[in-house]
C-alpha cells in the first residue's frame, strides 16, 4: 500500500472518528422512522439501517426485503427503515430527501426507497443533482419539502446509531433488538422472530 492510501485510510478513519466523538446524542427510539403505521400489538421488530451510497444495501432491498416483507403472513412485525449519512456527501444528501419522503409521504416511501436503491444499483454515471429532481416529479412530491433541511440533524443521527447500535457495516438489520450477523441470510432473520 503506498502512502497516498495510507493517508486517505488513516484521513477516513480519523474523520469518522470524529463524527462519532463529538455527534453522539441519547438514543431514542422515535429515530427509527416507521414505514408502517405503529402496532402495539406487534409481538417483532425488523429494523434495516442503510446508506444509499452502499451497494449491498440496494441489494438487500431488491433481494431480501421482498422475503422479509412476506414474513407478515407468519409474523407480527413492525418494521422500521433508517437511513444513515457514512459513506459520502451523497449519502446525506440521500438521506436528508428519504427523511423527508417518509414524514411528509409515508403511503409513498417504499416505493420510492425501492426505486432509487435499485437506481443507484443499475444506473452508471447518474447526475444526483438531475436524477433527484426528475424522481421528485415522478412522484408528484413538493420539491420544496422534499429538499428541506429535516427536523432531524442526520450527523447527529448517524453518529448516534453508529455507536449506541455498534454498526460496523451496512446493511444491517436488528431483529427484536439483536443485530444479525448475516444481513442477507434469511433464516438468521427467521430465527430471532417470536411466533
Partial sequence: MNKNNKKIIVTFIVLFSFLALFLVIKFDDKLFSKNTEQNDESENNISFVFDYSCPWCSVWMEEVYPE?????????IDFTIQSLAILNDDSLTLAKIDNNVKTHYPDDYIEYLSKVLSDLLHEEDLDLDHYIKETIAQFGFDQETVLQEPDTDLNRLTSELVEDLNIESVPTVIVNDKKVTDP?????IKEKLIK
Fill in 68 to 76: 422479509v416483507n412476506s414474513l407478515q403472513n407468519d409474523y407480527n
Fill in 184 to 188: 442477507f441470510d434469511l433464516k438468521e
